[in-house]
């Protein structure tokens, strides 16, 4: 249920696997019987969760650079938002999650089958520089002189926060909730709030625009990020 670390930047390489299967929907049998599909071609769409901002793009950077011709197009978004984009019938190629819940939602729609999981993320406290606030540990974020910022229960780092502060024992009252992770480290970067509960992977990410104060791994809890390529992928 716990990881001891996280590992979205450094497992990216099963996406790259993912994403090196598109092919140009044009390629007809004969090509695919003499092997001359010419390796990838085209573009896809690929629907990402925020917390996956720097390394997916990144990864679609170099995908073009290794693909000459070929066009990766991201959409980053809270993981809840994008799986019901999906079932409205929204047009994609890839769906990346940060949460099996919100990859399990599109599965049951009929929109995608067998998702794989290719990383793991843990939750992290980011202050401003100089930490204002003095907050050192979980508990602070109870304090009534603490301004927190947190995703809305509906998103992944939300529901995971509550989790943790639940199995903790405080009652966190958030100044704000936000629809994504990326909206929570703005808060904290701009100084708006004292403290938000933020992905590891966006506190290290942030550089010197945040601190992180880590949650010891008995009290974390992490998360699953599935990807898939969805059943009506335009360029499958």
Not at 153 to 158: A, F, L, N, R
Not at 187 to 204: I, M, Q, S, W
Request: charged share 15%; hydrophobic share 45%.
């Amino acid at each position: 249920m716990r990881s001891p670390a996280p590992s979205v930047l450094g497992a990216v390489a099963a996406t790259v696997l993912l994403l090196a299967g598109c092919g140009s929907p044009s390629t007809t049998s004969s090509d695919a019987e003499d092997g001359s599909t010419g390796g990838a071609t085209g573009s896809i769409t690929v629907l990402a969760a925020a917390s996956l901002t720097e390394s997916f793009t990144t990864l679609a950077d170099q995908f073009e650079a290794t693909h000459p011709g070929t066009t990766v197009m991201v959409s980053f978004g809270a993981s809840s938002a994008l799986a019901a984009q999906i079932i409205q019938g929204a047009p994609a190629d890839v769906f990346a999650s940060a949460s099996t819940t919100n990859m399990d939602q599109v599965v049951s729609a009929g929109a995608a089958d067998a998702p794989v999981p290719f990383a793991h993320n843990i939750l992290e406290i980011a202050v401003p520089p100089g930490n204002p606030g003095k907050v050192t540990g979980l508990a602070d974020l109870a304090r009534s002189d603490v301004s927190v910022a947190l995703c809305a229960t509906s998103v992944p780092c939300g529901s995971l926060a509550h989790t943790i502060a639940d199995r903790a024992g405080l009652t966190v009252t958030p100044v704000t909730e936000e629809p994504t992770v990326k909206a929570v480290l703005t808060k904290v970067e701009l100084g708006e709030v004292d403290a938000g509960v933020v992905f590891v992977t966006d506190v290290r990410t942030a550089g010197d625009k945040v601190v992180g104060v880590p949650i010891p791994e008995e009290a974390n809890e992490a998360t699953t990020y599935p990807i898939v390529t969805l059943d009506d992928a335009a360029n499958a």
